[in-house]
T-cell receptor, first 115, second 113 residues
Framework: KAGVTQTPRYLIKTRGQQVTLSCSPISGHRSVSWYQQTPGQGLQFLFEYFSETQRNKGNFPGRFSGRQFSNSRSEMNVSTLELGDSALYLC??????????????FGPGTRLTVL | GESVGLHLPTLSVQEGDNSIINCAYSNSASDYFIWYKQESGKGPQFIIDIRSNMDKRQGQRVTVLLNKTVKHLSLQIAATQPGDSAVYFCAEISRSTGNQFYFGTGTSLTVIP
């Protein structure tokens, strides 16, 4: 069974640009979460999607947005990039039925560098 | 809000010794805890979980202990191997926050051959 895949793996952008990252969950998983990982802050929750609906959202500015498609694939977008957005962006999927807690399986991440 | 923290940011152990990685959490309502391992260049990988109604759970070479009185979680790795070198995170999940996962910053474990 294929794991969580993320594309691209590496990305270099300049300040002010926007970026879109993609995540394909494990087949059958309907919940997709996004995290930002930096050395100083660790893993910080961005948002979670379940059945194409945003179910939870972390404390990030509106420049960070996401969506989920009917096949559970998800994208996140960051507009007007800032230097501080440089980070590893991780996607995780889980097999979570309504109200149940599922394990989160992580992808390898997209390393975003903002110059 | 919740916070999940780790007592030690780095830990070095000799190959074959046992490792203990600690984690403190602040949300007494958390119902579920997970330990993850993250190797360089990879995403976090599930190791073992424990529900809040348990004190101990064992896996293959790993044991997780939960002390709800002091809100402390630990991961014990028996006979540590070089392949265990990685960053280890604990995560807490609370149904009251919609099953949101909260992670600590991690402990970097280095195994000395």
């Amino acid at each position: 069974k294929a794991g969580v895949t993320q594309t691209p793996r590496y990305l270099i952008k300049t300040r002010g640009q926007q970026v879109t990252l993609s995540c394909s969950p494990i087949s059958g998983h309907r919940s997709v979460s996004w995290y930002q990982q930096t050395p100083g802050q660790g893993l910080q929750f961005l948002f979670e999607y379940f059945s194409e609906t945003q179910r939870n959202k972390g404390n990030f500015p509106g420049r960070f947005s996401g969506r989920q498609f009917s096949n559970s694939r998800s994208e996140m977008n960051v507009s007007t990039l800032e230097l501080g957005d440089s980070a590893l962006y991780l996607c995780a999927s889980s097999l979570e039925a309504s109200g149940a807690v599922g394990y989160e399986f992580f992808g390898p991440g997209t390393r975003l560098t903002v110059l | 809000g919740e916070s999940v923290g780790l007592h030690l940011p780095t830990l070095s152990v000799q190959e074959g010794d046992n490792s203990i990685i600690n984690c403190a959490y602040s949300n007494s309502a958390s119902d579920y805890f997970i330990w993850y391992k993250q190797e360089s260049g990879k995403g976090p990988q599930f190791i073992i979980d424990i529900r809040s109604n348990m004190d101990k759970r064992q896996g293959q070479r790993v044991t997780v202990l939960l002390n709800k009185t002091v809100k402390h979680l630990s991961l014990q790795i028996a006979a540590t191997q070089p392949g265990d070198s990685a960053v280890y995170f604990c995560a807490e999940i609370s149904r009251s926050t919609g099953n949101q996962f909260y992670f600590g910053t991690g402990t970097s474990l280095t195994v000395i051959p």
